[in-house]
C-alpha cells in the first residue's frame, strides 16, 4: 500500500478485518518487518487518540517513530507557490516535504480543513503535496476531508459489536464479560475464549444491522472529514456481500454484518455526494433512529452543498438545536443501540453524560481499535516498500 485515503484502498473489507483479528490476536509477530524503519507523523493539528495510536501501532510493528508539531518548535510553513514570503513564515512547504521524507520511510499527516476556500480543502491541498513531493508512502491522520483511520477502527468496533454476535450482546450468555470489558476500558478481544467458537456460525444471518450517523450541536465550526470517512466506509460496507455461512473460513471470523446506513442530520448539513453516496438521509432525527443497532453521533459544519457559501459555517445557533443532543429519549427508540463516537466529545452538548457513560457506549473500545487500524495500514506499507 502506498497511500491510505480512501476506503478502496484498504482493499476488500473482509480481507482488512480479518487482518485486523490477526493483529489483535498478536500484535507484536511483525517486529521484523519495522527493523530500521521510520514513521514520521506529522501534525499540523491537535491529536490524542490518532497521536498516541498511530505511534504505538509503528512501535508494536518494531518501527522508530518521529514525530513533528508543525506549530511547536518548527518553522511556520507557507503553502502556496508565488507567495512573497515577508510574513511570519519562514519555510515553503516544497522545500519541507522533501527534507522531511529523506529522514523516514513512511509519513502520516494530519492537516483539517481550513475552511478558507471549499476548493481548496476538498482538492486536498496540502496532503496532495505530500504525496507528489515526498516520494513516500503517505497515510492520511485526518485531512480536510477525510479521517481513514478512525472509519476503519469504527468499522472493526461495529464488527466486533454487530447485535447477532452473542459475546456481544449483554443480555445474552456472555454479555456480562463484555460489559465488564467495555467498563476496565478494553477492547474486546476479536479472539479467544470470549469471542472465539460463537462466529463462524452466524456469518450466514442476514438480518442487516442498522447503523446512523446523526449530526449533534456544537458551538464551533468542525470539519466533515470524520462524517465523510464514516459515510464512505459504511456505504463501502454495506456494499460488500457478506461470504455464505461456512464459506469464510477461520481468516475471516470477523465476518461484515448486512449494513443498512442512515444519515440524519438537520436540513442544510447534507454530506458531499462523494462520501454520502446513495446512503439513506433523514431529517427526523426521532425517526432515523427507529430500530438503530448503532449511534454514531458527529458534529460537523456546513458541507456547502446545497449554498456552497455557507461552507465552514454554524447554520443555527447552537442554542436552538439542543435537542438534536443524543440522549435518553433518543436511545429509548433504538433496539437497545450501541453508542459510537470518534471523540473528543463535548458532553451535554453532542450526547448526554448519561448515554456516554452507559453500559451501551462503546467510545473506548473504539478508540482502542485506533491502535488496530493504524498497525493494518503501517503493516500493509511496511509489506510494500
Ligand atoms: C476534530 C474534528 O474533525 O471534528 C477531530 C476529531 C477526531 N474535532 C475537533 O476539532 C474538536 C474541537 C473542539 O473544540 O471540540
Known amino acids: 500500500m502506498k497511500l491510505f485515503q480512501h476506503v478502496q484502498d484498504i482493499g476488500d473489507l473482509r480481507v482488512a478485518l480479518a487482518e485486523a483479528q490477526q493483529v489483535k490476536r498478536d500484535r507484536y509477530q511483525w517486529q521484523h518487518l519495522g527493523r530500521n524503519k521510520t514513521a514520521l507523523l506529522i501534525f499540523f493539528n491537535n491529536s490524542l487518540r490518532t497521536r498516541l495510536s498511530t505511534q504505538k501501532a509503528a ?39 522533501p527534507v522531511m521524507a529523506s529522514y523516514c520511510d513512511i509519513i502520516g499527516v494530519r492537516s483539517f480543513a481550513r475552511f478558507e476556500s471549499r476548493q481548496d480543502d476538498y482538492e486536498e491541498r496540502i496532503l496532495n503535496q505530500f504525496i507528489r513531493y515526498s516520494g513516500r508512502p503517505v497515510f492520511f491522520m485526518e485531512s480536510a476531508t477525510v479521517h481513514p483511520l478512525q ?33 476496565r476500558s478494553e477492547a474486546l478481544p476479536l479472539t ?50 457478506t461470504p455464505p455461512q461456512g464459506g469464510a473460513g477461520g481468516e475471516l471470523d470477523l465476518a461484515l454484518p448486512p449494513i443498512d446506513f442512515v444519515v440524519t442530520h438537520p436540513e442544510g448539513y447534507e454530506l458531499d455526494l462523494q462520501f454520502v453516496g446513495n446512503a439513506r438521509v433523514e431529517y427526523d432525527q426521532m425517526k432515523a433512529f427507529e430500530g438503530a443497532d448503532f449511534i454514531y453521533a458527529k458534529n460537523w459544519s ?64 473504539e478508540a482502542a481499535n485506533r491502535e488496530i487500524s493504524a498497525q493494518v495500514v503501517l503493516k500493509r506499507m511496511l509489506e510494500a516498500l
Open 151 to 183: 472509519a476503519f477502527a469504527d468499522l472493526i468496533t461495529i464488527a466486533e459489536n454487530r447485535p447477532d454476535r452473542p459475546t456481544s450482546n449483554p443480555s445474552r450468555e456472555g454479555g456480562e464479560k463484555l460489559r465488564a470489558a467495555n467498563e
Open 302 to 365: 456546513c458541507p456547502g452543498v446545497t449554498r456552497p457559501e455557507d461552507y465552514g459555517k454554524v447554520l443555527h445557533d447552537y442554542h436552538t438545536m439542543m435537542d438534536w443532543c443524543v440522549g435518553a429519549r433518543q436511545m429509548a427508540v433504538t433496539n437497545d443501540a450501541r453508542f459510537m463516537h470518534c471523540l473528543p466529545v463535548r458532553r451535554n452538548m453532542i450526547v448526554t453524560d448519561d448515554v456516554i457513560e452507559g453500559p451501551r457506549s462503546l467510545v473506548i473500545p
Open 192 to 241: 479467544g475464549e470470549r469471542g472465539e467458537g460463537h462466529l463462524s456460525s452466524l456469518c450466514g444471518k442476514e438480518r442487516p444491522v442498522k447503523v446512523v450517523l446523526t449530526w449533534a450541536p456544537h458551538p464551533k465550526a468542525l470539519p466533515q472529514a470524520v462524517p465523510n470517512s464514516f459515510a464512505e466506509w459504511m456505504n463501502a460496507a454495506a456494499a460488500t456481500v
Open 59 to 97: 512501535m508494536n510493528l518494531g518501527m522508530n517513530v518521529i514525530v513533528l508539531d508543525v506549530n511547536q518548535g518548527a518553522w511556520k510553513l507557507e503553502t502556496e507557490r508565488g507567495v512573497v514570503m515577508d510574513g511570519d513564515k519562514s519555510e515553503h512547504l516544497l522545500e519541507a516535504i
